[in-house]
């Protein structure tokens, strides 16, 4: 393993599909609710180590708009508890910024309200510029997204292409991904940030999100400063 100082080039945007959360409740003969509280100490100390090394935005994939619509209640209060409290704990830290992208509004209204309410008082605080930023999509997928874009784009008094395209978009205020990160062994996007990902490094690994260690995050920025990025070119 190299020194971490040595790494040559640090991405300035790195994104997660922190996968396995249920996958370790079974493993571990642990809670669904325990479990995703472990997946958002996780997902203090992944942010930490990139504001560590200098990477100035973090994104984490919450819920997709299919999983809220497809899985059971029981299994989704528990997690939204923990990304809420993920995101608590994120907006509290001096100097990061918490921008929340999605449709909290159109959440299932099986989820406790308290929760909701939560959500829309983060993300009305929330902007997506500072030294370092810290995003979560929830209730998001590509479908949505591309539907958020027609409705803006009919919506604005403005020619489109001098509004920008990117704008439009539902996950406006995401920067483009350097570095994708997606934990758990299954190597696909499961529509999150098609456009932001369009000349990303995909990085996939086996391990659970709960089991990403400092050693897996080197191993990965090591990856990434070995790729040659042309951007199409």
Not at 73 to 87: K, S
Not at 186 to 206: A, H, M
Not at 214 to 221: E, M, S, V, Y
Request: charge should be positive; hydrophobic fraction near 40%.
């Amino acid at each position: 393993m190299k020194e971490r100082s040595s790494i040559a080039k640090i991405p300035k945007h790195i994104a997660f599909i922190p996968d396995g959360n249920r996958r370790k409740a079974i493993r571990d003969g642990i809670s669904i609710q325990d479990t995703y509280l472990v997946g958002a100490k996780k997902g203090l100390e992944v942010i930490g180590w990139c504001r560590e090394l200098g990477v100035k935005h973090w994104t984490g994939f919450g819920a997709s708009h299919e999983n809220i619509l497809k899985r059971s209640h029981e299994y989704m209060i528990p997690f939204f508890g923990g990304t809420l409290q993920l995101c608590l704990d994120v907006a509290k830290i001096p100097g990061v910024t918490l921008h929340i992208f999605g449709d909290i509004v159109g959440i299932s209204n099986a989820i406790p309200s308290d929760y909701k309410r939560e959500f829309l008082k983060l993300q009305r605080q929330g902007r997506p510029e500072g030294k370092f930023v810290v995003h979560v999509g929830i209730n998001y997928s590509a479908s949505a997204d591309l539907r958020a874009f027609a409705g803006n784009a009919r919506r604005t008094t403005q020619d489109v292409m001098s509004v920008g395209l990117h704008d439009l978009l539902m996950s406006a205020g995401v920067p483009d991904v350097d570095l994708l990160v997606r934990t758990g062994g299954k190597q696909r996007l499961s529509g999150f940030l098609t456009y932001q990902l369009r000349y990303s490094e995909l990085y996939f690994l086996p391990e659970l999100w709960s089991d990403f260690s400092r050693a897996n995050f080197d191993r990965a920025l090591e990856w990434y400063a070995e790729q040659d990025r042309n951007f199409g070119e």
